[in-house]
């Protein structure tokens, strides 16, 4: 008889322990951890295992380790997408009748199902960096050669990013790489997001999750056009005449501006020499986080990046230091900025944020309590006022999880179709 | 509705040589159920995906109706790709998940429901449209889904691989049920797998792909009756034919202790290259069990002996011949039986091919010679 077999890069023997005999939709609470799960065609569960949360997607056996495959080389390629653990096969229920196969990945900390962002009262501009997110995410995948497929704010998980946020794939079950996309599979990826976004807020706005005002279609149409827009810079050929060169490092200014990296430029002249041609060939996002890991180890989010390394910046110009060595000065902010500030949050309630986050916060909260008090308030003093009168009233975002190990999750009572469906689901709120 | 014509079109990826697709002719009627079939990477999915638009022609063109749409973009083609994405929408209404796409292209409310109606009527969810997902059944599901497809109205269905990810016994049921749905549509609509049974039980006509050529058109009679090539004769049936390359002598070919006697129109079709060899395949249900000696019998050892209720095949292996014959992906002869006498595993069995039954195939270039 077939016996139950993992396939895995990182093997964990805790995952034995798991009841692959039982079907996944039958899974015993205390297994399971409740996080509100987006909409699936497949039965997908969470799971706490040794301090991470884990999630299981039941899917036939070729279309586990195709997405299995998918997701590892997405890695590779630095795509934010979440992580492959493995694959599980083999399975039987007691009766000795085959289970479908299971895909294992872990799931993200400080992620944020695009229900819970949406599903409230929205900022008038939170949409718009929600559907900013994606549209890097899609143009970046479309760089590399990825045709996603199925593109929907279901298969994307949110991460706080600065004041903006981070999109990151979850679902790669129907996506192909490519060498080079064409741009036929691009356009047909953009307009199955658009019809799958407009299609996932006219399903809120049925279940009355989303304020009235918000316009679904506009919503969707900003996809295309912040997609469009952004392959553009990326992707377009520039021309000048000779004399503008300037405009060659202005274009990788702008670039940088963006988030992304130069990695190859091509040039072309006319023959006369009068005219020059520029067109980005490799550009990788990151630009930033890349820059503050090379500086201090230190390894967030782009714009997290962004924002620390202004902090540095000021922190370089108030101690004169511009003529010193950047890493070392860096390692100095970190040690006597970044550190202490992260330390001086109590450990309990560090959990709710992520530490690149908090810090972005507590710069937003000193910059506002400064000027209430006209005065600059120095950093510990900030930090002390934000946890008491910010944080401490912060939803926990390590993992979304409301209710304890055991405790009944609303959600299961409905079928594997079935997403979250209960309002209180949507426990958390969003200060952004 | 409209036909669906591939003429000489020619995919090839960047960086390779050659074409992934090679020069495809193929012409779909209005309104026909056309499989494209064969092993991965055969080219069936990249024939899809360039009249889908997702993958650029490099020679050649392609038509829906009488429209050259080469290089129109997908969205622009008045095509649906059916199941790539049928996750329902919870909140919503059964008539809201299948015409939401028409809400989205602007079209005016009366016009949407009376498309709902109608694809409901045809789909058996007239009762549940004004329910929750929640309330149907995985198979009701299944058919909302294909709804959104059908309320749409496009030129041509297609569909890639669309039963790959649903378990086995859904599978067989959602296989006859898009059979039927798309006899009752009468929507033209091409449609990719690797399986050949369910080329066989979908299609009005297959066609069948290995290295990026088109190997066979036909229907499904035609496919299994007369295959145009060895590829074609090992692909299409199951348990596959027996095919094996053997010595002609005294113009028949030898195969063991028998001899298939060769006609005059095959032998003169040989030629140098053959190097006197044939190559001959023949169904397992194209065996007779006979005695032992009888004329044009060979002798068969049995290995296993697979029973089904209402059939029985013996794998074994051919004695007194060396000879390279295989069944598929195995080098053993398979023999249907009468599942009421069946041999024992060691047994040696006499079989002989019926009259006319064997398929006779060029040694050099593995093309039909009968």
Same mark, same amino acid.
């Given at each position: ?12 023997? /805790? ?14 609470? =205390? ?61 039987? =229920? ?23 962002? +949406? ?38 998980? +949110? ?5 903006? +946020?981070? /999109? ?73 005449? /000779? ?16 988030? +992304? ?22 550009? =990788? ?148 | ?370």
């Amino acid at each position: 008889m077939e016996q139950l077999q993992i396939t895995s890069a990182t093997p964990d023997s /805790a995952l034995l322990d798991l009841p692959w005999r039982t079907p996944l939709a039958d899974w015993p609470d =205390d297994v399971l951890a409740a996080l509100p799960r987006g909409i699936s065609r497949h039965v997908v569960r969470f799971v706490r295992l040794d301090g991470r949360v884990l999630a299981i997607k039941e899917i036939s056996e070729s279309v586990a380790f195709r997405e299995y495959e998918l997701l590892r080389q997405l890695r590779k390629l630095e795509i934010p997408a979440v992580r492959p653990i493995g694959v599980v096969t083999g399975r039987r =229920d007691d009766a000795g009748e085959p289970l479908e196969a299971a895909l294992v990945t872990e799931h993200l900390a400080f992620s944020l199902p695009y229900r819970a962002v +949406f599903s409230q009262a929205l900022r008038p501009d939170t949409a718009a960096r929600l559907i900013d997110a994606l549209a890097v995410l899609l143009v970046r995948v479309h760089l590399v050669g990825f045709y996603w497929g199925d593109v929907s704010l279901s298969n994307t998980l +949110f991460r706080r990013d600065a004041h903006q +946020f981070a /999109a990151y794939l979850v679902d790669a079950e129907t996506g192909d790489l490519h060498r080079e996309l064409s741009r036929g599979q691009r356009e047909y990826d953009l307009d199955l997001a658009r019809t799958n976004i407009i299609g996932e807020l006219m399903d809120l706005a049925a279940g009355e999750l989303l304020d009235e005002d918000v316009d679904e279609l506009a919503i969707g149409d900003a996809l295309v056009s912040r997609y469009t827009e952004l392959w553009e810079a990326l992707t377009g050929v520039e021309s000048f005449g /000779a004399d503008e060169r300037w405009r060659v490092a202005a274009r990788i200014d702008r670039l940088n501006d963006l988030g +992304f990296d130069v990695g190859e430029l091509s040039i072309t002249t006319d023959i006369d020499g009068t005219t020059v041609r520029i067109q980005p060939q490799v550009v =990788d996002a990151g630009h930033h986080s890349r820059r503050l890991f090379r500086l201090t180890g230190l390894d967030v989010q782009d714009n997290q990046a962004r924002r620390l390394l202004n902090d540095l910046d000021s922190y370089v110009a108030a101690t004169d230091r511009q003529e010193d060595d950047s890493q070392m000065v860096a390692h100095d902010w970190s040690q006597n900025v970044f550190q202490p500030t992260i330390r001086a949050v109590p450990r309990d309630l560090r959990r709710k944020l992520e530490p690149a986050q908090l810090f972005h916060e507590i710069l937003d909260h000193r910059w506002f309590i400064s000027e209430r008090a006209g005065r600059d308030v120095p950093m510990p003093e900030a930090t002390a006022s934000y946890v008491e009168n910010v944080l401490r009233h912060r939803p926990d975002e390590k993992a979304i999880l409301g209710l304890r190990p055991g405790e009944q999750d609303p959600e299961l009572e409905e079928g594997p179709l079935e997403p979250t469906g209960a309002p209180e689901d949507d426990h958390f709120h969003l200060s952004t | 509705m409209a036909t669906v014509t591939f003429d000489h079109a020619t995919r090839v990826y960047p960086g390779t040589e050659r074409p992934a697709v090679d020069q495809l002719n193929l012409h779909i009627e209005d309104g026909e159920f056309l499989v494209l079939v064969g092993p991965s990477g055969c080219g069936k999915s990249t024939s899809l995906r360039m009249l889908a638009g997702l993958e650029d022609v490099n020679g050649g063109s392609i038509l829906i109706g009488d429209r050259d749409v080469t290089d129109v973009q997908p969205k622009d083609r008045d095509i649906a790709m059916v199941f790539q994405n049928y996750a329902l929408y919870p909140h919503m209404s059964v008539a809201d998940n299948m015409g939401f796409a028409l809400k989205i292209a602007g079209k005016p409310k009366a016009e949407i429901r009376e498309r709902v109606e109608e694809a409901a009527k045809i789909l058996d969810l007239t009762e549940y449209l004004d329910r929750k997902p929640k309330a149907l059944s995985g198979g009701q599901r299944q058919r909302v889904a294909m709804g959104r497809a059908i309320v749409r109205q496009p030129q041509v269905f297609l569909m890639d691989e669309p039963l790959s990810n649903l378990d086995a016994k859904l599978r067989v049921q959602t296989r006859t049920q898009i059979a039927s749905l798309q006899r009752r549509l009468g929507v033209t609509t091409v449609y990719v797998t690797h399986d050949q049974t369910e080329a066989l039980t979908m299609g009005d006509r297959i066609a069948v792909l290995s290295g990026g050529l088109l190997q066979q058109v036909g229907t499904p009679r035609e496919m299994y009756d007369t295959p145009q090539n060895v590829f074609v004769a090992g692909f299409i049936g199951s348990p596959a034919m027996n095919i094996g390359t053997f010595e002609i002598k005294d113009g028949a070919a030898v195969l063991g202790a028998a001899t298939v006697p060769l006609e005059r129109s095959v032998i003169e079709q040989l030629t140098d290259a053959d190097g006197g060899k044939i190559t001959v395949g023949f169904r397992p249900e194209a065996l007779d069990v006979v005695g032992q000696g009888s004329q044009g019998a060979f002798d068969v050892k049995v290995n296993l002996v697979e029973e089904l209720g209402s059939d029985a095949f013996v794998y074994g292996d051919l004695q007194s011949s060396n000879a390279d014959l295989s069944s598929g992906s195995s080098d053993q002869v398979i023999v249907r039986i009468d599942p009421r006498d069946v041999p024992m595993k060691g047994d040696t069995i006499h079989v002989a091919i019926k009259p006319g039954q064997a398929h006779l195939f060029s040694a050099a270039t593995g093309n039909r010679l009968s």
